[in-house]
Every structure is written in C-alpha cells, then in structure tokens.
C-alpha cells in the first residue's frame, strides 16, 4: 500500500497546526504558575490598612505556612544532601527532616543518615520574626548503628531587611547518642521561591565506630539550598 507523496507535508502541517492551538494555552499555564509563584509567598508587602507588628497576618505572622526545600551541604570531609517539610500554624507546627552525608573518600560504611521530626510552639510570633521551641524524636542511621531518642531546641526566623531573613536553629539529642546540631543563615524571598544559605556544624558522638571515624571532629560546612514558603 502506497502512501500519497504529500502524506508527510500533510502530517508536519497537521503537527503545526496542533502546536499552532497547543501555544497559547501553555503560555497561559506558564503565566499563571510564574504569578502563583510571585504572589502567594509568605513574604508579600503588607497592605496600608493592616496593622503592622503583633497583629499583622504577613510574613512570620502568617496564619499557616507550608515549607519545603532541599540543601546541598559542602563539608570539610565530604558533602550532604538535606530535605525538609514543615506546615506552621500561628503558634504551633511540626516539620520532618533527613539529612544523607557522604565522605569524599569513601570508605565501608561511612555512610550516614540522620532524620527528625518535631513538633514547635512559638513563644513569639509577629509580622518581623518567629521565635519556637522544638521538641520530638531523632534517628541516627549507620552501617553499624542505628539509634533513636529525644530531641529539643529552639529555632528563630527573623526578618533583616525587605526580603532578606537570618534564619537560626540549634537542637540537641542527648540519649542514646549525642548530638548537637546549629544552623546559621540567611533567605532571600522572591515570591513563594527562597534561597537560602549559610553554615551548618553537627557534633555526633557514639555514632558508630566506622561512621564516627570517618567523621572525626563531627560534620561543619558550608550549605546552599532552594525551596517554597506560601
């Protein structure tokens, strides 16, 4: 059976044409996701009308707030990657978070897994900064150890200056194992989207023979991630 010779032109006009229909609608999805972006972030200006400070429902003071991201760590000894997920209402929330790190030179059973998941009140809430205590449970994932127990801290989300946050946290677990874990940044918000950046250091001990020799000294570095408030 043989084809018309003009069969292919008809097809690639008919793939024109298709594409010709199919354009509009995915500029108009790609708009659309741009302006959800741009305008359902945390850290919108505030109207003139609304009070600022405590009783203001912008920025840190925001009813509910859903986060998510992912960092990559630059260690001394190695690199990590971190994910996490957090919902915030005005005064409690709760967040999970694992952490997978890798030495540069890997050796049998250097790696090592931590996760978390806590629950927070914020003793001080307001339109400029968010203030919490954490408390809830830590994993501790080796070759040759695993380990969960108790944890607590406090964190701290303050806003700097327009879109620019300092974002600090510091929990502790101190059995079964110990372990000591500080963050110091900085989030840059540009609508829904944020970037965030600064130091990390984690002191782990009893973490496993192989894995705490692979890490003499804990793990501290430098961090710079991508994630969404809204």
């Avoid at 000894?77 to 957090?86: C, H, P, S, Y």
């Avoid at 009140?121 to 994993?139: D, K, N, P, Q, T």
């Avoid at 970037?195 to 804990?218: F, K, T």
């Amino acid at each position: 059976m043989k084809l018309p010779r003009d069969a292919p032109r008809t097809a690639l006009k008919d793939n024109h044409a298709v594409g010709e229909l199919l354009r509009p609608v995915v500029e108009a999805v790609m708009e659309g996701l741009v302006l959800a972006f741009r305008d359902s972030g945390t850290h919108q200006e505030r109207a003139d009308t609304e009070p600022p400070g405590d009783d203001s429902q912008t920025r840190h003071a925001a009813p509910m707030t859903f986060r998510t991201g992912a960092q990559v760590l630059l260690l001394s000894e190695g690199g990590a990657v971190d994910a996490f997920l957090g919902l915030d209402l005005h005064r409690v929330g709760v967040a999970a978070r694992v952490l997978r790190s890798t030495p540069w030179r890997r050796q049998v059973g250097s790696g090592l897994t931590l996760a978390e998941l806590r629950v927070s009140y914020a003793l001080w809430v307001s339109e400029f900064a968010r203030f919490r205590i954490e408390a809830g449970a830590g994993a501790l994932l080796a070759p040759d150890k695993e380990r969960v127990g108790p944890l607590g801290g406090l964190s701290l989300e303050a806003c700097m200056w327009g879109p620019l946050d300092l974002e600090a946290r510091v929990l502790a677990t101190p059995l079964p194992y110990r372990q000591l874990d500080g963050t110091v940044g900085l989030a840059v918000h540009a609508g829904a989207l944020v970037i965030r950046g600064g130091g990390r250091g984690i002191y782990l001990d009893q973490a496993g023979a192989v894995a705490a020799h692979a890490r003499e000294g804990g793990l501290l570095g430098l961090y710079l991630g991508l994630g969404v408030d809204f």
